[in-house]
């Protein structure tokens, strides 16, 4: 792994005007006349049908459908790229970078998690897992970015090193990003007894050499879990070229920016 120091976790707050990621998904979950005046963190107030979220029924909410499915998600999806030349490739020392192409979208509705609540094996801590559990490469960090107020019961949970179990609430707001060694340090859920709902997308980026000196176990073999979506660059990774400031779904970064097809089929990882 080259850059060692991004194992340690990172706080770091970012321009909501400029990164509107927070109002993008208002538009898309509360875009009907009927809910438009609803704050994020109230939408569980439309009463939309909802079940606790298990392995076997993860991701598929109505909000989740609602996010996946909007006419509007290639706007921010537009932003997000924006948001990874300028936020995030520089903490990363490689000119090229592997990245999530699509940002997972989670809900914490109250009682309710944001993640399988029927992994891990610890009923104090559901969803208890680290992402190399579920195929992810440990050279791989994650970033976690809340749009909503972030309170004990309704956040993530996380150990600051792997197998330390000092499970502490991250208690972020909108405009605040957590980088974090998800790939190691396990992490999970409360089930959300009070509410208010929370909202938040994640995101995985590693430096190219690093995934190159592991991508051949991953190239064609490694999938997500759920949905077996291949781990691999074109499916569920990336390319970045700092230098050129372009995104392709190829081992090649074209000079022409990338044409994104909108399908739900990126969005399956455990938070
Ligand atoms: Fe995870």
Redo the contacts with the bound molecule.
């Keep these: 792994m080259k850059q060692f120091e991004l194992t340690k976790e990172y706080l770091f707050s970012y321009d909501v005007n400029t990164f509107n990621f927070a109002d993008l998904v208002h538009e898309i979950l509360l875009d009907d006349f009927e809910g438009s005046r609803v704050l994020l963190d109230q939408v569980h107030t439309l009463n939309k049908s909802s079940h606790v979220l298990t392995f076997d029924s993860d991701q598929n909410l109505y909000f989740h459908n609602k996010y996946y499915n909007s006419p509007k998600l290639p706007r921010l999806l537009n932003v997000y790229r924006e948001f990874i030349k300028t936020v995030i490739a520089p903490q990363f020392v490689d000119n090229q970078l592997v990245v999530q192409a699509k940002p997972t979208f989670r809900i914490q509705l109250p009682s309710n998690t944001a993640?399988p609540s029927d992994i891990g094996g610890d009923p104090m801590r559901p969803g208890l897992?680290?992402?190399a559990d579920y195929n992810h490469p440990d050279v791989e960090f994650?970033f976690w970015v809340p749009f909503t107020q972030c309170l004990p019961n309704n956040t993530l949970h996380l150990e600051s090193k792997p197998g330390k179990r000092d499970f502490r609430p991250m208690v972020l707001v909108n405009g605040q990003v957590l980088r974090f060694w998800?790939a190691r340090c396990r992490?999970h859920n409360k089930m959300n007894e009070q509410g208010p709902t929370r909202i938040s997308f994640d995101f995985r980026v590693m430096n190219k050499s690093d995934w190159d000196s592991v991508s051949p176990l991953w190239a064609e073999q490694r999938t997500t879990v759920q949905r077996s979506i291949k781990l691999t660059l074109g499916s569920y990774y990336m390319l970045y070229d700092k230098e050129t400031q372009q995104f392709s779904q190829h081992e090649t970064v074209d000079r022409v920016p990338m044409v994104v097809k909108e399908s739900s089929s990126f969005a399956i990882s455990?938070?």
């Design positions: 993640i897992h680290c992402d994650n998800g992490h455990f938070s």
